[in-house]
Protein backbone atom coordinates (compact mmCIF):
# COMPACT_ATOMS: atom_id res chain seq x y z
CA UNK A 1 0.00 0.00 0.00
CA UNK A 2 1.34 3.63 -0.86
CA UNK A 3 0.84 5.08 2.53
CA UNK A 4 2.44 8.55 1.34
CA UNK A 5 -0.76 8.77 -0.74
CA UNK A 6 -3.14 7.98 1.11
CA UNK A 7 -1.84 9.92 4.16
CA UNK A 8 -1.31 13.76 1.96
CA UNK A 9 -4.80 12.82 1.04
CA UNK A 10 -6.03 12.35 4.64
CA UNK A 11 -3.70 15.61 5.53
CA UNK A 12 -5.13 18.01 2.83
CA UNK A 13 -8.91 16.13 4.01
CA UNK A 14 -9.23 15.26 0.20
CA UNK A 15 -11.46 12.00 -0.53
CA UNK A 16 -10.36 9.99 -3.58
CA UNK A 17 -13.30 11.20 -5.45
CA UNK A 18 -11.96 14.88 -5.21
CA UNK A 19 -8.97 13.82 -5.76
CA UNK A 20 -10.50 12.23 -8.88
CA UNK A 21 -12.29 15.40 -10.00
CA UNK A 22 -9.33 17.55 -9.21
CA UNK A 23 -6.96 15.39 -11.31
CA UNK A 24 -8.99 13.77 -14.07
CA UNK A 25 -8.71 10.10 -12.98
CA UNK A 26 -11.09 7.58 -11.99
CA UNK A 27 -11.66 6.04 -8.51
CA UNK A 28 -10.13 3.41 -9.52
CA UNK A 29 -6.71 4.32 -10.69
CA UNK A 30 -6.33 6.40 -6.96
CA UNK A 31 -7.43 3.74 -5.39
CA UNK A 32 -4.87 1.51 -6.86
CA UNK A 33 -2.36 3.79 -6.61
CA UNK A 34 -2.78 3.81 -3.12
CA UNK A 35 -2.69 0.30 -2.85
CA UNK A 36 1.07 0.25 -4.45
CA UNK A 37 0.35 -0.46 -7.75
CA UNK A 38 3.28 0.86 -10.34
CA UNK A 39 2.17 4.19 -11.20
CA UNK A 40 1.07 4.83 -15.23
CA UNK A 41 1.65 7.97 -17.40
CA UNK A 42 -2.26 8.86 -16.50
CA UNK A 43 -1.18 8.74 -12.39
CA UNK A 44 1.73 11.15 -12.41
CA UNK A 45 -0.83 13.96 -12.52
CA UNK A 46 -1.35 12.73 -9.17
CA UNK A 47 2.18 14.36 -8.10
CA UNK A 48 1.65 16.83 -9.84
CA UNK A 49 -1.77 17.71 -7.78
CA UNK A 50 0.09 16.71 -4.66
CA UNK A 51 2.99 18.44 -5.53
CA UNK A 52 5.12 15.74 -5.11
CA UNK A 53 7.47 14.39 -7.48
CA UNK A 54 6.58 10.76 -8.40
CA UNK A 55 9.14 8.90 -6.82
CA UNK A 56 8.35 10.59 -3.30
CA UNK A 57 4.25 9.41 -4.07
CA UNK A 58 4.94 6.17 -6.59
CA UNK A 59 6.14 2.59 -4.80
CA UNK A 60 8.97 1.29 -5.44
CA UNK A 61 8.57 -1.00 -8.64
CA UNK A 62 7.87 -4.64 -8.25
CA UNK A 63 10.25 -6.87 -9.48
CA UNK A 64 8.55 -9.17 -11.59
CA UNK A 65 7.66 -12.59 -10.80
CA UNK A 66 11.03 -15.16 -12.21
CA UNK A 67 10.14 -18.41 -13.71
CA UNK A 68 11.91 -20.76 -12.26
CA UNK A 69 12.86 -23.50 -14.43
CA UNK A 70 12.22 -27.04 -13.18
CA UNK A 71 14.60 -29.76 -14.25
CA UNK A 72 12.73 -32.91 -14.66
CA UNK A 73 13.95 -36.11 -14.71
CA UNK A 74 12.28 -38.54 -16.62
CA UNK A 75 12.85 -42.52 -16.26
CA UNK A 76 13.41 -43.96 -19.70
CA UNK A 77 11.30 -47.23 -20.23
Known amino acids: MNST???????LNFSIEE?????GLSFRTILRAEQG???NPESRRLSKFFGK????????PR??????????NRART
Do not use: C, D, M, Y
Not at 19 to 23: I, K, L, R
Not at 53 to 60: A, F, I, N, R
Open 5 to 11: LRLLGEH
Open 63 to 72: RGKRKRSLTV
Open 53 to 60: TSQELGPV
Open 37 to 39: ASP
Open 19 to 23: VGEAT
